[in-house]
């Protein structure tokens, strides 16, 4: 059941329950003590799907490639003329 569907009441209870136990100190033990736990824990707070846009100017990675391909040629052309 997720968190959206418990009712407030049990919602409360349960933060209760949480500040009773000792809050982020408690947390930060069952960390240290019990680290399975604590990452089955995590697993289920961190999303699972990321819906991210990315705004990017388009990128030629052919043209860049032949570019550096151009560029490194030049280089070496340039190295050869500078040993003579």
Not at 1 to 6: E, G, K, Q
Not at 35 to 49: D, G, H, K, S, V
Not at 73 to 84: G, I, S, T, V, Y
């Amino acid at each position: 059941m997720t968190a959206s569907r418990l009712k407030p009441e049990i919602l409360d209870g349960i933060v209760k329950a949480f500040e009773n136990a000792g809050g982020v100190d408690y947390l930060t033990e069952i960390a240290i003590k019990d680290p399975p736990t604590f990452c089955r824990l995590l697993a289920r707070l961190i999303p699972t799907q990321i819906n991210a846009e990315i705004n990017a100017p388009k990128f030629d990675l052919g043209a860049a490639m032949a570019d550096a391909d151009r560029r490194f040629k030049q280089l070496e052309h340039d190295r050869a003329n500078a040993q003579d």
